[in-house]
């Protein structure tokens, strides 16, 4: 048997390195689609659910962490009329007031997030709508990790 042409040995070895070089910035793109997220579900006390979820896993210290949230009633339909205030705290210690504006967009309300120290943390959600008590929910969202 003949030894390989030294010349499409080069050739196959240039077409790897450019199959492999053109495949790179495609998985730049779709990379972002496989983040992970932390979502996080509660029941609301007359029915229905509300549903934080934070575009990030594991979440990290003083970096902007995009939220949605989802509200639905006892039916499953989303609740779109409602005021949000968003309290994020840490159980285990006193801090100064983080309060993220959550704004009804595009089928949810959405915000932005900053956690301030490693630990443990936690959300406090006041729902308010016309005409109803408000209602609180709280959420255990974990631990947070140092950046």
């Given amino acids: 048997m003949n ?3 030294p010349i499409l ?5 240039t077409n790897k390195w450019t199959s492999l070089l053109l495949l790179l910035p495609l998985l730049l793109i779709v990379s972002p689609a496989w983040s992970a997220e932390s979502r996080f579900e509660q029941p609301l006390p007359a029915g229905g ?7 990030a896993s594991p979440l990290q ?3 902007e962490v995009p939220f949605k949230i989802i509200l639905t009633d006892s039916s ?3 609740i779109t009329d409602a005021t949000i205030s968003l309290d994020l705290y840490m159980p285990a210690m006193p801090m100064p007031p983080n309060e993220p504006k959550a704004l009804w967009n595009n089928g949810a309300y959405h915000g932005l997030a900053i956690f301030t120290m490693a630990g443990e943390w936690g959300a406090l959600m006041k729902i308010g709508r016309s005409g109803q008590k408000s209602v609180e929910v709280d959420f255990n969202l974990g631990v947070v990790r140092m950046k």
Wanted: glycine share 4%.
């Fill in 3 to 5: 030894p390989p042409i």
């Fill in 9 to 13: 040995q080069e050739t196959t070895m």
């Fill in 49 to 55: 659910s509300a549903v934080i979820t934070l575009a």
């Fill in 61 to 63: 210290t003083m970096t």
């Fill in 76 to 78: 499953g339909t989303a």
